[in-house]
């Protein structure tokens, strides 16, 4: 069997196995104050072009939304999403069990517009009875989105400039933010993001680590007591150099960058080999998610060799599915699948 349902079924990249092996025995101070993590944050501040920012080192993108956000808000605020927004969609509800209400707003390419924010907020407060309703306080966003598209340049700085216009703060999640910085399609770099958004995080989970997501808080509102937040949590890990020795490999010999490269490059070929076979796609993304529109009988045929995840009905006879690559994604499974694909069509 083949998977490519998720971007996380692998292990990890074997530089981080072999680093995890070779410190094994090493005594270290625990809770991430470790020199493993110290290299990490200063690696990763370096890569943003952000010498000042408070770097921290989370388990998993979950975790790491919830402790963000509820760390930014006050209980009667909430945060505007994407109706597909993953803290919307796809945390069983987490932010909203610690208080925090979803604002969700409709989009069809799981982006978020600066004029829709805009008008979300002015609305809250054109309303005489404002107080009654939970605070619009964050904008909540990822990149890439749940529907595998971008944020280019020019997008993320008119939102960021419609945030301060409004009081709201940005947060970024970046669980695939490598398969996003490396498609054909981005504009964007760390130092980028880094100065237009004022908290996000690098996700490892998805992208060669065994575990684990760096926040990197660049408004000096948000950096205060964090470790509070963390700890609070649940997510502060005792053997905090776990997650410091991963970034810190990933982050060496431009491993992030080039892994993330290798997923997007298969990507692309999948999705330019089936276009070329005439398939058309649920939704136009150019990162390692991609979304074809198939015929449920030649889905039934794959998934006796394949797994993939169900994404939409589309007709009577037509379903859009999701196949992902990743960082230790085979050539030869995406051939494989190309040509199966061919010989049912």
Known sequence: MIYFNSDYTEGCHPAILERLAETNMEQTPGYGEDGYCAGAAKLIKEACGAPEA????????????VTVIASALKHHQGVLT?????????????????????????SLDGKLTAEQVAACVDAHYADESFEHTVQPKMV?????????TIYKKGELEKLYRVCREKGLYLFLDGARLGYGLACRENDMSLPDIARNTDVFYIGGTKVGALFGEAVVITNPELK?????????????LAKGRLLGIQFETLFQENRYFEISAHAAR???????????????????????????????????????????????RVDETHSAVRFCTCWATKEEHVNALLNDIRALQ
């Open 54 to 65: 408070a770097v921290h080192f989370l388990v998993g993108g979950t975790q790491t939304n």
């Open 82 to 106: 994407a109706a597909t927004g993953h803290i919307n969609v796809h945390e069983t509800g987490a932010l909203e069990a610690c208080g925090h209400k979803c604002l969700a707003l409709p």
């Open 224 to 236: 205060t007591d964090f470790r509070y937040h963390i700890k609070q949590r649940g997510g502060m």
């Open 266 to 312: 298969l990507a692309e070929k999948l999705k330019d080999e089936l276009t070329k076979t005439g398939v058309s796609f649920y939704v136009d993304s150019p990162t390692n998610q991609q979304f074809p529109i198939l015929p449920d009988a030649m889905l039934e045929k794959l998934k006796e060799n394949y797994t993939f995840s169900y994404q939409a």
């Open 140 to 148: 909540y966003i990822s990149n890439p989105t749940e529907l595998g």
